[in-house]
């Protein structure tokens, strides 16, 4: 299990470098840079945009630009002086500095991707559990008005535009009052208790993480379905029924526990259509996550916040991916990774 | 085999139903000048945010309400004032089907009265005008950028699949790379490498590449695995026996023993294209003003004005989404039951 979780990292760092190159190339054939703000202010010395276009490698081809930021973002750092030289090795990634926001783009990565990955989080765990009793009950009463009105709401849940849902629900949210139109956190935050911070987050999380698990609902409830009903119909379900085992334990133990593998697995590709969702979602409902961020920061072409916002979004999504195949590994024995 | 496979579809209430709903909406969005009773740009700036005008019955024949502005942006029906509606009216002049010109629309009334029978927007723009020519982007950019996704998808995963060996190798790392990144990062990433305005019309072909340029991937990797186990049939092998040329092979032997495959593949990620398209614009970054496209017309809904008194009516486009995305994913799982009743539901 260790060296398949060290070999998934590995496999890590070329997909990094081939994405953070792409991404590359497709900013270096922007016509504009992310310098060009800065040349618009009058105020700015000439020299010092010089010495930054130097600093940054502009002055150079996009190859020796991307080598530097690579350079740059390589979490190990050595400054070549040869005196106690094991003090002078610093343990930091750079990914380059906001000009629209004033800060390191780290900072602002470490600040906005809590708020993503909670919110992703708790609209998977949302869905989770509102797809699986749904999709258990619809395949155990096949055919039944439950079944067919479930899976209209199916497929009504899978063709609303998040973006479209999201709109309702800041709609809702304004016309009735019952909740925050946006943020991630009240006005007076700072001022509370723990307990009462908590339930403050929670709040302002509730519609967004509610919008974003819709569509994940419908999809899972249709594989859990299927997936269900296949199993009911398996050999060694009437052999389970047949020595008398009971019902109910017969749907738990046997069937349910086959049934829900497909869906651990596709846990990964769901959190890519979270990331994808979040960024939506974010922007309407005004929910400062890594989405607005990189949104924000393309409208301003602040490169260095794109791609940084771009790396760790691919990197959660791997990282979310080699979790799925894990879990999957620990619910069903069956399963061996190597 | 393509006919058949649309003819067995709607047979079937469901399938036929989809098919209905997605026949009028095309057409509806091709004969959009004749319907729309205005232009998209035609501005009538002392209705703004007008509310859907009511139609009633009145001296014989079918008239609208006629409204008196109470507040900048409340209207209220004046009592017993109509205006009667025309049929086959003369206005504005457009081309039917982009050739013949013509100057008549489906129903107008006089001018100092409009007739909104969706409401008007910010800057008192038709909605119902403005919604039916955005049906002609939202619609077309499914289809063309489908048919450019399958083309490629078809094309690298088969070659991948058939040659193996290095060729298969890059093409799938590639694959491997694109999916790696979050959709909607990759669609801002790549939108990012071109100028942020750009004329109306080329806009529109950027939105097409880009969509094409993320989505092949997925068709792809299918293909190839299809490919993969049919280069060992022993209709291929006969084929190569008998010296058939590479094109010959992937386009008699291997194109049609995945087509059903594409078929269903295309019906079932035509949504996707359509709501990639509105994503952008409503972000801003598709079609641009003047122009109408459904997401573009809901980013104006964003506005706080819009929730705070209740302007429902410039949420409609979500509903225009909402109704061809259900249609076209009613379709292709119809499609897929037909093709292969036991093909599991795949996911988004």
Known sequence: MKTYILKRFIALVPMLLGITFMVFVLMSLTPDDFLTPIRAQPDVDERYIERLEQEFGLDRGPIAQYLLWLGNIFPLHYDGEAERWWQRIGFQVN?????????????????????????????????????????????????????????????????????????????????????????????????????????????????????????????????????????????????????????????????????????????????????????LVENVMNYPGLGQLVFQAFLRQDQFVVMGAVVMSSVMLIIGNLLADILLAKADPRIRLH | MKENLFIQAARRPLGLAAMITLGVLYLVAIFAPFIAPYQTQTQQLQKTYHPPTGLTWQDGRLQVKVYEQVDPTVYEPIPGGAAPIRFFARGFEYKILGLIPWDRHLFLVEAPERIYLLGSDSTGRDVFSRLLYGAQISLSIGLIGITITMTFGFLIGSLAGYFGGWVDNAAMRLVELLMAIPGLYLLLALRSAFAAHVPSDQMYLLIVIILAFIGWAATARIIRGMSLSLRQRQFVLAAEVLGQSTWKILTRHILPNTFSYLIVAATLSIPAYILGEAALSFLGLGIQEPSASWGLMLSQAQDSKVFMMNLWWLLIPGAAIFVTVIAYNVLGDVLRDIVDPKMKVQSR
Not at chain 1, 96 to 117: F, N
Not at chain 1, 238 to 263: D, S
Request: aromatic share 16%; charged share 10%.
């Open chain 1, 95 to 279: 990914f380059g500095y906001s000009w629209t926001y004033r800060v390191e783009v780290t900072e602002l990565l470490a600040q906005r991707i809590p708020a993503t990955v909670l919110l992703s989080l708790s609209a998977l765990a949302f869905a989770w559990c509102v797809a699986i009793p749904l999709g258990v009950l619809a395949a155990i009463y096949k055919d039944s008005i439950f079944d067919r009105l479930t899976s209209i709401l199916a497929y009504a849940a899978l063709s609303i535009p998040e973006f479209f849902l999201a709109l309702i629900a800041v709609f809702f949210a304004a016309q009735t009052g019952w909740f925050p139109v946006g943020g991630f956190t009240s006005l007076d935050h700072e001022f509370m208790s723990f307990p009462a911070r908590a339930a403050d987050i929670a709040y302002h999380l509730i519609l967004p993480a509610f919008v974003l698990g819709v569509g994940g609902i419908a999809s899972l409830m249709r594989i859990m379905r299927s997936h269900f009903l296949d199993y009911l119909r398996a050999e060694f379900v009437t052999a389970a029924r047949a020595k008398g085992v009971p019902e109910g334990w017969v749907m738990f133990r046997h069937v349910f526990r086959n049934a829900i593998n497909p869906l651990i697995s596709m846990l990964g590709f769901a959190f890519s259509g979270l990331l994808s969702g979040a960024l």
